[in-house]
């Protein structure tokens, strides 16, 4: 009997299974991950966090949705960042079930299987895992739609369209990149003869109705605050260098996408044995239709956003390197033909774990021993629970108030905001970021000034002591990182603002 590798014979046999045991796995990978290693939350989380308490249908985070859905998913867990994390691994999880559905759809179950492995390697290298934002929400609300694009155009099921124009809705009130991927999806339907013929049909106009419905509050903010100007166009002096930003930016994408050519190129005919009998994955025939949507959507989404970053001078890619590259598993699928021989299956295997752990292992590796070279500091090293604890209880003992504001150096005040009494953020830096705070609010309540302490008596920087010319600073706190190394313990100078009424 000819030997075939058991992962083979499943992905033939029970391919949707495959899928769920890969995805639950690199979802269980990360949240182990952030149990032993996150002491406080990655990147802007815990900033968020705060605005997410004040309910704002808009703020210059951009739209409502994900930073209300952090705030839920934080009070679910009762006020622990751990339901924050299950959420951002449910967006994962959903991301890569609707994405092989997506794919089922176009070139079978076994070769579906396949693109969900290969986009997990792009996801894993390109986007957080863990950071969840607007970037991580867009994934799934993204892929979902080019699910539903697909069924209303390729397969003409007009009972789509319902959750066609929920999730566009929603995806506007995630990202201001949505009106970009929204343009992208019209610009095919207009293209092609199956597309015009789905859009002479009802459906439509109800589904616009529907998105209308859902993004009119954050739209009515957006007029309100008068938010809706686009960014100046560069001079013709400033394209040149532009031009290479945006090389730069699109560097960044194939290099995030880089496990992909390598997985391709290795299982050449130039890895294989000369005895080796390779297994094949089958898949019917592509139909021109879906090739030319699934090319499409893994280029223009692409394309587009970094030339409109480059155009613009952004720092990240319009809408996340998640989104524009969630088609490339897929695009590289349909490339290599309706017969996929699988060489070397074991080495195969061990590069996609290396590139599915390397990420993680990257950050573990990180905590452990950069403090030790002492050239700079791990942010989700810090003791977030010790830090809003010391500074909740100090202002509690000694005003006999709850804490109910804090401002300050934004990183510091926003791990303080996770207490659970969930004081107020307050940016006294820009205000009008904070527009549920004021400085003769915050004057009135009280609150805490917090920044990093640059000398033993904890002097504030001058910026803070010309905005709260008042404060008397206290004895700097200090805490100890998760692995302390080499570097100096964490100190944080702060200094108490009395509310009004209570004595000195």
């Known amino acids: 009997m000819r030997f075939t590798s058991l992962v083979i014979e499943l992905i033939r046999a029970r391919p949707r299974l495959i899928v769920w045991i890969a995805v639950l796995l690199q979802a269980a990978m990360w949240l182990l991950v952030a149990l032993l290693f996150y002491r406080s939350p990655p990147g802007s989380l815990a900033t968020l966090l705060a605005f997410g308490r004040e309910y704002q249908v808009g703020t210059d985070l951009g739209p409502p949705l994900s930073v209300w859905l952090a705030d839920i998913a934080y009070r679910a867990a009762g006020g622990n960042m751990f339901g924050v994390y299950v959420l951002a691994e449910l967006c994962e999880i959903a991301t890569f079930i609707a994405l092989y559905h997506l794919a089922r759809a176009m070139v079978g179950t076994q070769q579906a299987v396949l693109a969900v492995l290969l986009t997990m390697t792009v996801l894993a290298f390109s986007s957080s895992a863990l950071d969840f934002g607007p970037l991580v929400l867009a ?146 025939p592509v139909a021109p239709l879906a090739r030319n949507f699934v090319y499409f959507f893994a280029i223009a989404p692409a394309l587009g956003a970094v030339l409109i970053s480059g155009l613009f001078g952004l720092n990240a890619v319009v809408g996340g390197a998640g989104v524009v590259l969630v088609m490339s598993g897929l695009a590289m699928v349909v490339v290599a033909g309706d017969l996929i021989a699988v060489r070397r299956a074991r080495m195969l295997r061990t590069v996609w774990i290396a590139a599915i752990v390397a990420p993680a292992a990257g950050i573990v590796l990180a905590v452990l021993f950069l403090p030790w070279s002492g050239t700079g500091e791990i942010a989700t090293s810090m003791p977030a629970r010790a830090i809003s604890d010391f500074f909740d209880e100090s202002f509690a003992r000694r005003t006999n108030h709850r804490l109910r504001a804090v401002a300050g150096e934004t990183e510091l005040a926003s791990l303080i905001t996770l207490h659970s009494g969930r004081p107020h953020l307050f940016i006294d830096a820009a205000p009008a970021r904070t527009p549920w705070m004021s400085q003769a609010k915050f004057s009135d309540t009280g609150g805490v000034v917090v920044w990093r302490a640059s000398d033993t008596a904890g002097t504030p920087p001058p910026e803070i002591l010309a905005r709260f010319p008042g404060i008397v600073p206290e004895v700097p706190r200090a805490f100890e990182w998760l692995v302390n190394g080499r570097q100096g313990l964490l100190r944080i100078g702060w200094a108490i603002v009395r509310p009004k009424g209570t004595p000195g």
Not at 225 to 231: D, F
Not at 238 to 250: E, K, M, V
């Open 139 to 284: 994934r799934p609300l993204w892929t979902l739609l080019l699910l539903h694009s697909w069924q209303i155009i390729g397969q003409r099921r007009g009972n789509a369209w319902f959750a066609w124009s929920i999730e566009a809705g929603l995806l506007l009130l995630t990202t201001p990149a949505a009106i970009f991927l929204l343009a992208l999806l019209v610009i095919f339907a207009l293209s092609t003869a199956g597309g015009r013929r789905t859009l002479r049909a009802l459906d439509p106009l109800f589904a616009v109705v529907v998105v209308a419905v859902l993004a009119l509050p954050y739209a009515v903010w957006l007029m309100r605050a008068e938010t809706l100007v686009l960014p100046a166009l560069p001079r013709i002096a400033d394209l040149g260098g532009r031009a290479i930003h945006a090389a730069w930016l699109l560097g960044g994408l194939v290099l995030g996408a880089v496990a992909v050519p390598v997985l391709t190129f290795l299982n050449t005919p130039l890895f294989a044995g000369k005895s080796e009998e390779a297994p094949i994955i089958y898949r019917p």
